[in-house]
């Protein structure tokens, strides 16, 4: 087992934009009796408003677990997902580092040949050669080919989906626009993978459910999968108490992805007899309770010595319109007025301001929030710090260790804090959206496909358009270029962007995703039968 080798810190060198200012355990106060546990659950497609407690003016109540765990813990307001889509976003939460540095800048595919570079280092690697027991139930999306797998990136058990769970048919399809029909029951077929019938709906390749290494069923049952993926936890969880084992469970939830209406029955018949309206509410409410099952058997094993942090991959998915998350005021106007989606895909606050929340009995104080400026990317350095794993020096990180953050109510977040191109314009991965303090500048904007199909045109900015959120969080109304307070603003940004651009220049560490797709990548556990059609699952 390699060491890990103590990170290198340099007085003054300015790291993504940000001053360096690792923390140690002792600095932030922590002394720990026993290795710490750490579980992370990640939300797909999931709005800031979604969070009950972040709209209380709502009085909706969706999420009454999430509700509690935030009056138990810590609210982070203002936290970011690292992009605005799955794969890339995935990619920097468990490797601390910007898509140009990990080189996973947009989405992988069904057929897709490799996935998250085998040069980066992740997270539950680091763990487990200090002798942490991993396991991630979820989805995955970084990779579904032999090397590139979840039990060989670091995780000792894995259960769950390769990718997304509108990216293979099913026999019983969740909710989705346009509706996808059910896996096709022709005999044998040549695997086409393509998108048919409807531009969005898969129809020739079932959507597979992977345990460790093997396929076990392929079409899973979207609507049994939420009772699987919570057995799995509640095991893991008291396994791991049983042998006294310190573990990180990681569950990356899709329910938001394409949403799930109550399980059919003799009085449902089929999905189109649930009201729409009530679609998305309900799958919120199902991963809700999937959340508390994990929290109350998380407090009944070992509930002083277990952090728990909820958080979401991106904004919701817009273009789905009634089976879509809610924003809140981050609406983007300035966009939205010129036509267009501003949340899932674009570098607006509704695409990467997420709802989050922290939780750690007896050392996060209860019913608190914090509005410091923090991204997902941060949770890899945290819990390395907590858990007393140095970082590997032979690489560059754009997280930051938010200990202070979360024990000690200090609200020192990000400097600087990019949010990278993710579909909507200009190239995957580029960093032409920047955040400073209160503002936040654009050097491109550009929509994602709305709700009813509009789009927005790609526009370049020079000078960039520079928002106060304080002042107006539907970012709306730009700075008037000729004020003080904008040029202020533009010339600490362009400081900031510069510094940026050049330090992923000149790092070494930098990977190169390979994009590259073949039909024999697909996962099929038998071809000679209609959409891979298998099932080992006991």
Avoid at 10 to 38: D, R, T, W, Y
Avoid at 421 to 448: E, M, P, W
């Amino acid at each position: 087992m390699a060491d890990v080798l103590t990170m290198l810190l340099l007085p003054g060198m300015l790291i993504c934009g940000l001053l360096f200012h690792a923390l140690s355990q002792q600095e932030a106060g922590v002394k720990l009796k026993k290795k710490l546990n750490f579980i992370i659950i990640l939300a797909d497609d999931i709005g800031w408003g979604d969070l009950d407690v972040n709209q209380p003016e709502g009085k909706a109540n969706n999420t009454p677990y999430l509700n509690l765990m935030a009056q138990q813990g810590l609210r982070l307001t203002d936290f970011h997902s690292p992009a605005s889509t799955c794969s890339p976003s995935r990619a920097a939460i468990l490797t601390g580092r910007y898509g140009l540095r990990n080189g996973v800048t947009h989405n992988f595919a069904v057929n897709s040949v490799a996935g998250l570079p085998l040069s980066e280092i992740t997270l539950p690697q680091l763990l487990q050669r200090s002798g942490y027991y991993t396991a991630m139930i979820g989805k995955w999306h970084l990779g579904h080919n032999g090397p590139y797998s979840p039990t060989n990136r670091g995780f000792d058990y894995y259960l769950g989906i390769p990718y997304s769970n509108d990216m293979g048919c099913t026999d019983r399809p969740g909710y989705n626009l346009p509706h996808c029909l059910p896996c096709s029951s022709s005999g044998p077929q040549v695997i086409r993978l393509r998108r048919s019938v409807h531009e969005g709906c898969y129809s020739e390749l079932g959507l597979p459910l992977i345990e460790n290494s093997s396929i076990v069923e392929q079409p899973l049952d979207l609507w049994t999968l939420t009772e699987l993926y919570k057995s799995a936890a509640l095991r893991i969880i008291h396994n791991a108490r049983a042998q006294g084992q310190p573990y990180l469970l990681y569950i990356a939830l899709a329910h938001m992805h394409v949403p799930l209406a109550p399980p059919l029955s003799s009085d449902l018949p089929n999905a189109a007899h649930f009201p729409s309206e009530d679609v998305y509410a309900f799958s919120l409410r199902e991963m809700d309770g999937l959340v508390g099952a994990v929290k109350s058997a998380s407090d009944d094993t070992d509930k002083d010595n277990t952090l728990i942090w909820f958080t979401g991959d991106n904004g919701p998915w817009e273009q789905k319109c009634q089976y879509a998350g809610s924003v809140g005021p981050f609406k983007g106007k300035w966009q939205t007025n010129k036509g267009g989606g501003s949340a899932k895909r674009t570098t607006w606050e509704g695409g990467h301001r997420v709802p989050t929340v922290v939780y750690w009995p007896g050392r996060i104080h209860a019913n608190t929030s914090s509005s410091a400026l923090l991204s997902g990317m941060d949770i890899f350095p945290t819990l390395l710090s907590l858990a007393g794993v140095t970082l590997p020096s032979d690489r560059r990180y754009d997280g930051i260790d938010a200990t202070n953050i979360l024990l000690n109510h200090k609200h020192t977040g990000h400097e600087f804090l990019f949010h990278p191109n993710s579909g909507a314009a200009g190239k995957f991965g580029d960093l032409q959206t920047v955040r400073a303090g209160k503002h936040k500048a654009f050097y491109i904007t550009g929509a994602a496909e709305a709700c009813g199909g509009g789009t927005g045109q790609q526009q370049l900015h020079d000078p960039p358009l520079i928002f106060d959120l304080e002042r107006e969080e539907a970012e709306e109304t730009p700075l008037q270029v000729e004020t003080p307070e904008y040029q202020a603003a533009v010339q600490k940004i362009a400081r900031g962007r510069e510094q940026v651009l050049w330090d992923i220049a000149t790092d070494k560490s930098v990977s190169t995703a390979d994009y590259s797709m073949d039909k024999s990548a697909a996962p099929c556990c038998n071809q000679r039968q209609a959409v891979c059609r298998c099932c080992t699952l006991v």
